[in-house]
């Protein structure tokens, strides 16, 4: 076990992990800032987890990214959580100090942040859709609601988890105006959208969406994004910047997440930049 500061270990844990790109970007960071730490891909079955967090918490990384099936099954083996990842119920990376494992949850912020690179926005004034109720659109949810949008409209396949995550983010967003829906709804819903998100596995190779002609509803100045990644021109946004539509792509929030895990590991500026270009060459 390593407990060299001069030797740090960093990791991602999962199961499979042979897809994780997180190794792609930490490692970028890690040569930018002309680090010898290494940043490896760990595959960790749903039974061993609890004796990798015991070997990190004994000094054999000092911070991990967490990916499926572990990011809510760790939460009982962490020593304390940000608010954040209470609030989302999910962890993403880990920070280990002092013997002591901390979990955190970098996929709002790093939504909200790729967003913001991207375009000037004005909350206050945006009626914004949220397509998905699932890990994603409810770390998404939290974050939109943060900058007190107008309205914010949460669609779901199954209409009853769109009412359930409603009713999360009403807990700590008592002021916030959280009408919900399913997809049939959408075309009606997207009429005064000024922004749409999709947070649902549609999109990605061989899920299809059954029906994009709430597009065609939106008015000519929204914005769609998509947090699908793979592929990184996904039918939605082929569809919408057909129509004319602002798009943001997925790959964003993948790069931003990374990079706030990175500098909550490493206490370094994220190198953003030599981060972005592994990731483009990746994808
Ligand atoms: P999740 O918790 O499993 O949620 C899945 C969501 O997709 C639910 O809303 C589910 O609706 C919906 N869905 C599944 N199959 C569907 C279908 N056939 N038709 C319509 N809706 C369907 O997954 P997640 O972790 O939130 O991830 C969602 C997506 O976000 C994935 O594609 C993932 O790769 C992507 N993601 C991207 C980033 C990034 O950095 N860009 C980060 C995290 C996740 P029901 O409630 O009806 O089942």
Not at 100 to 117: F, M, Q
Not at 204 to 225: Q, R
Not at 227 to 242: C, K, M, R
């Amino acid at each position: 076990m390593n407990h060299n500061p001069a030797h740090q270990n960093y990791a991602v844990i999962g199961d499979p992990i042979e897809h994780s790109l997180s190794p792609v970007l930490h490692g970028a960071a890690l040569k930018a800032c002309d680090s010898n730490a290494t940043f490896s891909k760990v595959r960790v079955s749903p039974q061993e987890l609890p004796l990798f967090c015991q070997q990190a918490r004994d000094g054999a990384y000092s911070g991990f990214s967490v990916t499926v099936p572990h990011k809510c099954a760790i939460i009982p083996l962490l020593d304390e959580l940000t608010e954040e990842a209470r609030i989302i119920g999910a962890v993403n990376a880990v920070v280990v100090k002092e013997s002591k494992l901390i979990g955190h949850n970098t996929d709002g912020r790093g939504y909200l942040k790729s967003l913001l690179e991207e375009f000037s926005l004005d909350f206050s004034r945006m009626n914004a859709v949220l397509i998905g109720a699932g890990g994603a659109a409810l770390a998404i949810g939290h974050a939109l609601c943060g900058t007190s949008p107008a309205s914010l409209t949460l669609v779901n396949r199954t209409r009853e988890n769109a009412d359930i995550l409603a009713a999360k983010l009403q807990i700590t967003h008592p002021e916030a105006h959280l009408p919900t829906g399913s997809f049939g709804d959408l075309n009606r819903l997207c009429e005064d959208a000024d922004f749409v998100v999709n947070a649902t596995v549609l999109g990605m190779s061989g899920k299809n969406w059954p029906d994009l002609s709430f597009l065609n509803a939106l008015p000519e100045t929204a914005i769609v994004s998509d947090i699908v990644y793979a592929p990184i021109e996904t039918p939605l946004l082929t569809a919408a910047a057909a129509r004319g539509l602002k798009i943001h792509h997925g790959d964003g929030m993948l790069l931003h997440q990374g990079a706030i895990a990175f500098e909550l590991f490493t206490g370094k500026k994220a190198p953003l930049e030599a981060m972005r270009k592994a990731l483009a060459e990746a994808l």
